[in-house]
């Protein structure tokens, strides 16, 4: 008799509480390594974890002038 698969299936091996750690170490650690890179405190990494707010910060970090910008400037010159 062929079963079917469900992911609920999973349940008696990952715990919900194992599953939500591991998504949250997959979403913040990459955001929090950007953040870093372009000289941005850490903690606006919170701001991914909410709907609304991380659109708002994406905006918010894509049209704001980056410390990166003021040694481009110069580059072709």
Known sequence: MATTWDIRSFYPYTHPLVVLLVFLFLLLV??????????????????????????????????????????STNIGN
Not at 44 to 70: G, H, M, R, S, Y
């Open 30 to 71: 990459p955001v929090v390594q950007l953040l870093r890179r372009t000289g941005h405190h850490p903690v606006w990494c919170l701001l991914a974890l909410f709907p609304a707010l991380n659109l708002i910060a994406f905006w918010f970090f894509a049209f704001k002038p980056w410390p990166t910008d003021k040694k």
